[in-house]
């Protein structure tokens, strides 16, 4: 019983590491458009959610590979979702900027 409980609170995490990487890639992809230098806000982006997740995902291999494992499942399936979530998002805009150049679909 108490390893299903580690088993879960790991998938937990690996899910809030997910949401966080994808969720910080998603937002600095809609800001980089907004700033004057959008190469620095991309580069620091990509240090602090990779900074984070790694020592995350470091911190649970201490306690064992197979959190990891349960960890990496959340992260790969937190990704999935927020793809499914955010893609008709982004096909609309699509849709949008082909409709107002003119092009049919």
């Known amino acids: 019983m108490n390893t299903i409980i580690w088993l879960t609170v790991y998938l ?25 230098h959008p190469f620095i806000l991309l580069i620091a982006s990509l240090f602090i959610r990779m900074a984070i997740v790694l020592t995350g995902l470091y911190l649970i291999l201490q306690q064992g590979w197979i959190g990891l494992v349960m960890s990496l499942i959340g992260f790969i399936t937190m990704r999935v979702v927020m793809i499914l979530f955010l893609k008709p998002h982004s096909m609309q805009i699509k849709k949008k900027v082909m409709v107002d150049n003119g092009i049919q679909s």
């Open 12 to 36: 937990i995490v690996g899910i809030i590491l997910g949401l966080f990487y994808f969720g910080g890639l998603w937002f600095t992809v809609q800001n980089l458009n907004n700033r004057p």
